[in-house]
Every structure is written in C-alpha cells, then in structure tokens.
C-alpha cells in the first residue's frame, strides 16, 4: 500500500491496520524462531510498512492539533 493510499484511509482505520499488521508481524518473528521463514523479507517489509502508517497517522494528528 502506498502513502498516498494510506493517506485516503481515515484514522481509524490506519489505527485498526496498524493493530492488525503488529499482530502479524509477532505471528511472523513467533515462527521464525520456531523454523526458517520462507522469505525472512517479509519481516522487514511489516516493519517498514507499520512505520509508514504510524508516520501518516502522527502527520495527521499534529495537523489537526494546529488546525
């Protein structure tokens, strides 16, 4: 999903995504402790992707603190 995708959502739904892509991402490490992903990538994918929510989701919390 791109920014500018994400940016379309509203803030509870990137909230409900955010939630949702966490659960997965523990889902994820839980088995790659346990035995070898099949792309190891796809951890570093969530993490990226978790952050690019919650950096939409901080921009628009302080544009509508100033607003």
Same mark, same amino acid.
């Given at each position: 999903?791109?920014?500018?995708? &994400? !940016?379309? =959502?509203? *803030?509870?739904? &990137?909230?409900?995504?955010?939630?949702?892509?966490? /659960?997965?991402? $523990?889902? @994820?490490?839980?088995? $790659?402790? &346990?035995?070898? @992903?099949?792309?190891?990538? %796809? @951890? !570093?994918?969530? !993490?990226?992707? %978790?952050?690019?929510? /919650? *950096? &939409? =989701?901080? +921009? !628009? =919390?302080? *544009? /509508? +603190? *100033?607003?």
């Amino acid at each position: 999903m791109k920014a500018k995708e &994400i !940016r379309d =959502l509203s *803030t509870e739904e &990137i909230k409900s995504q955010i939630a949702e892509e966490k /659960e997965q991402i $523990h889902n @994820l490490q839980f088995q $790659h402790a &346990i035995a070898d @992903l099949q792309n190891p990538m %796809i @951890l !570093r994918d969530k !993490r990226r992707f %978790i952050a690019r929510l /919650e *950096t &939409i =989701l901080k +921009e !628009r =919390l302080l *544009t /509508e +603190e *100033t607003a």
